[in-house]
């Protein structure tokens, strides 16, 4: 029961890079998920609402469901895995809203956010996963960040200073305002999300 359940953990980040990798950026099939995903990375700050994300989890929770029970031919090992997979899907959706609007509390935190704001502000064909960035390194799309250019008007109030206006000095090691980075860093320049 317990093994189905990591199953399920260990499934959301490839998962999460996939989604993320090929139906948000590579495939340029018109979907509700490329959508949203190109406005979020248009609007720095945007996030799909809490209405559209049940709509999609409730579906995914059958599917996680039907695959568990089909794997293992029992149905409370699929609701187990299930049940990981989900609980992975809810982490990342509330990890994903932080990046963006909390201070990071730990250094690790810090690491995924500057992995996160290289894709969203430099380079959008590397840097796919979220949560981690073991899926990154394994396929190649992974790219090192040492300090992260940051466009002047991402609305993101932790890193920047109380007037808004430069970024906070406990981070100036990690992220600058694009175009006053030191060289051979990430430029901030908005860069085209697609592919
Ligand atoms: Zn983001
Ligand atoms: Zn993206």
Known sequence: MILSVLFGVLTWPVLEYALHRFLGHVWRRDTLFRREHLRHHREKDY?????????????AVLVFWGIGTLATASARFGAAYAAGATSMVA??????????ARAPLTALGLRLRKHHFHH????AKSNFGVTGTWMDRLLGTY???????????????WLFDANGTTIAE??????????????????GR????GP
């Open 143 to 157: 790219a090192p960040t040492s300090v992260v250019g940051i466009p002047r008007d991402f609305r993101c109030e």
């Open 91 to 100: 982490f990342y959706e509330w990890f994903h809203w932080r990046c963006h």
């Open 190 to 193: 908005d860069r085209d999300p």
């Open 120 to 123: 969203h502000f430099r380079n």
């Open 170 to 187: 406990a981070y100036a090691g990690h992220f600058a305002l694009a175009g006053t980075e030191r060289n051979g860093v990430s430029s």
């Open 47 to 59: 996030f799909a609402t809490a209405g559209y994300k049940i709509a999609a989890a409730v579906p």
